[in-house]
């Protein structure tokens, strides 16, 4: 591979822009790459900013997805008060309410699956 401006000249890399060969005393250094010309430097460094910007909105995106949705957290207190109703009458007077225990169990189980689905709706996007 040669430089496309020096023929005779072995290319170092490619312009990270425009992807013409260019040769050590062509290229210009970047952060990230190679540039030609200036002016690809500048177009190098706009792309690198929009990738930088693209990255941040998709970490947001990420952050938002780890919290569980409302209905999640809907199941999840209804669950919770089933098992204080089950387990308030066995701790104080060591009565088992195997209704309550059955509906403690369900709204736990619709609880995980509820989360289980938001997470990968949540990867989805
Ligand atoms: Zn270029
Ligand atoms: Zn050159």
Redesign the pocket.
């Known amino acids: 591979m040669q430089c496309f401006k020096h023929t005779d000249v072995a290319a170092v890399g490619l312009?990270?822009?425009?992807?013409?060969a260019?040769c050590k005393s062509c290229a210009i250094e970047l952060e990230h790459g190679l540039?030609?010309?200036e002016?690809?430097e500048i177009?190098v460094d706009e792309y690198n900013q929009m990738n930088e910007r693209a990255k941040k909105i998709y970490g947001i995106g990420n952050r938002k997805s780890k919290i569980p949705s409302t209905g999640v957290i809907l199941w999840l207190l209804l669950s919770s008060v089933m098992w204080v109703l089950f387990l308030a009458p066995f701790i104080m007077k060591g009565k088992l309410v195997y209704a309550n225990l059955a509906l403690a169990a369900l709204f736990t189980v619709i609880a995980g699956i509820a989360y289980y689905s938001s997470k990968r709706t949540g990867l989805q996007c």
């Open positions: 312009c990270k822009s425009c992807y013409k260019v540039a030609c010309s002016e690809c177009d």
